[in-house]
């Protein structure tokens, strides 16, 4: 039941007192590695660039010699994964706005080729038009490069709408897993619980509890907001 689901998004959910350790594991990342089959992982809070380097190329070759990978063909790769222009390679590293250090912090460890990507407290450090840029990159990740990614983040409400799956922790004890819908099927244990609830998911339940409104658990609120016109 407790388990990542593989190229997918999952994301983590869990009560405001847990610190996230575990029984069996010393942290979040253990836990994570004992649930995926493919143990292939890069946690990208531990990925460390040193983005106080003279250009952005030399931040790419740092950290490709680092991981001993090298050569220009990376290089082309990681600026084609991050969708950086080709003269992003000459600027200043340290002038990056936040969304494009992300993507550049993507790219770098795609071409490690991870199976399973964790990503840890990035949503602190985007403003919404940047927020939206990593939303696409996020679903692109999935889509196009099979890759399972794990969100342990908690800003819930801005990552409930790219998830696909959920992992509900309580007291270090995992008591919802699976697709994201479960959490409107389980809304009074969450509450009971103490666990932060999604917005979208407190809205669906005071509409569906005080109208008449036929609707369908919608990730967009203009989708959830033409549900209750149809039903005027």
Do not use: W
Request: glycine share 0%; with cysteine; proline share 2%.
């Amino acid at each position: 039941m407790d388990k990542i689901v593989q190229d997918k998004i999952t994301m983590i959910i869990s009560d405001y007192n847990t610190n996230l350790e575990f029984s069996d594991s010393h942290n979040i990342y253990e836990f994570i590695e004992k649930k995926v089959v493919k143990k292939n992982i890069v946690v990208i809070d531990n990925i460390k660039i040193d983005f106080y380097e003279l250009s952005v190329l030399d931040v790419i070759n740092k950290f490709l010699t680092k991981y001993n990978v090298r050569g220009k063909k990376f290089v082309d790769k990681v600026l084609k994964l991050s969708t950086l222009p080709v003269d992003y390679l000459n600027k200043d590293p340290f002038l990056l706005k936040e969304s494009e250090k992300f993507k550049l912090l993507l790219a770098l460890v795609l071409a490690l080729n991870p199976k399973v990507i964790i990503i840890k407290n990035i949503s602190c450090f985007l403003d919404n038009k940047s927020r939206d840029e990593v939303m696409f990159t996020l679903k692109k990740l999935k889509r196009e490069y099979d890759k399972t990614i794990v969100i342990v983040d908690n800003d819930i409400d801005y990552f409930y709408t790219v998830s696909d799956n959920v992992l509900v922790i309580d007291n270090s004890e995992v008591i919802i897993s699976g697709k994201k819908n479960l959490l409107f099927d389980n809304y009074s244990l969450l509450k009971r619980k103490k666990i932060p609830i999604p917005v979208h998911i407190e809205f669906i339940k005071y509409v569906k509890d005080n109208t008449d409104a036929d609707m369908l658990i919608r990730d967009d609120v203009k989708d959830i907001m033409k549900d209750i016109y149809r039903s005027l």
